[in-house]
């Protein structure tokens, strides 16, 4: 079978770590975004190599792809709370439309395809940590909704493919994930406390710090998807670290990393900000002999030499 790969967000975080693998394993990989919150400088390094090619193309329009195309990861969203507030509709857009219509390609393709999804169709979860069998708890008028709501659609859709039509799917619902390539100015917590260490800014600690996450190594994330995409397992598979962290000890943490000043001020919690969050990768280590093997503390390390670029670069 030949070796091409459509990855729609591949100009993203997650997206451009994708593309890398890809073209380094000898695939033919063809990359698509919009550029909406995506950055042509995660990808620049690949213009060059002769197995690689970029659309700009917002994937919630029709998508066409001549040749055979026997894999599609269907990245493209935006991704961080804030992003997703400054562009509801296109969240809801790329999640629903931008779902059918990689599914209608890969239909017409006959290929196997992975959808991301996320820790969010949880909401703020009543179970923890997250297994995949359970149904979450899910505000759908919240200021979260239109990301949540979009990507358990495109969950159902991807479901409803695979029913109907004998699709060969995948999900993936990841978990928190970081390093270098993650936007500075994205509004998660991770590029603010290492933007705010860096330009000697207080770190912003929402709420009174004792809510939790977990945050997993983007290369760790990226061994998870391939594994998964080369199976043929159809239902909603956790990625992620289950190594959980609240957000005042994770703030703590970046101080002695950075070795900054600064203190940590406290500010509202948005509304509908999950309390806790941790997945359950039970699933993940059963089918795809996958577990996380970057430590926290050497992930940070390698992100914090991206950040202290990155804000040069941004100066
Ligand atoms: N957060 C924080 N300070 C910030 C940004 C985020 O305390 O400057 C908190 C936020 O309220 C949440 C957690 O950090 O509890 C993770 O937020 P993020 O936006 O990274 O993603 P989420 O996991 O909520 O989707």
Not at 211 to 238: A, K, M
Request: glycine content about 8%.
């Amino acid at each position: 079978m030949t070796k091409r790969i459509l990855i729609t967000g591949a100009a993203g975080f997650i997206g451009s770590h994708l593309c890398d693998r890809f073209v380094a394993e000898g695939f033919d990989v063809v990359g698509m975004d919009n550029l909406i919150t995506g950055d042509l400088r995660n990808i620049e390094h690949l213009f060059s190599k002769p197995n690689f090619s970029f659309y700009h193309h917002d994937v919630s329009r029709f998508v066409h792809v001549p040749g055979d195309l026997p894999y599609i990861l269907h990245f493209a969203s935006p991704a961080s709370p804030a992003d997703y507030v400054r562009w509801p509709i296109q969240t809801m857009k790329v999640g629903s439309l931008g779902t059918h219509n990689c599914l209608g390609l890969a239909k017409a393709k006959g290929s196997r395809i992975v959808v991301a999804s996320t820790s969010e169709v949880y909401g703020d979860p009543l179970v923890h940590p997250q297994n995949e069998d359970y149904w979450g708890n899910v505000n759908p008028v919240g200021p979260r909704s239109m990301y949540d709501e979009a990507k358990r659609f495109q969950e159902a859709l991807t479901m409803a493919y695979h029913q109907a039509h004998g699709l060969n799917t995948g999900i993936v619902r990841i978990f928190n994930t970081y390093g270098p390539r993650m936007r500075l100015n994205d509004g998660r917590v991770l590029p603010n406390f290492f933007y705010q260490a860096l330009t000697g800014q207080d770190l912003t600690v929402y709420g009174d710090g004792s809510q939790t996450r977990s945050f997993c190594y983007v290369s760790d994330l990226v061994e998870g998807i391939c594994r998964l995409l080369f199976t043929d397992y159809h239902l909603p598979v956790n990625l992620g670290n289950p190594d959980e962290i609240t957000i005042l000890q994770f703030a703590e943490e970046i101080i002695r990393l950075t070795g900054t000043q600064q203190k940590i001020v406290f500010r509202p919690l948005p509304k509908d900000d999950p309390r806790q969050r941790q997945p359950d990768i039970s699933r993940a280590r059963q089918l795809l002999g996958w577990e996380p093997r970057v430590p926290r503390s050497e992930g940070l390390k390698i992100t914090y030499e991206y950040f202290k670029k990155a804000v040069a670069y941004s100066a």
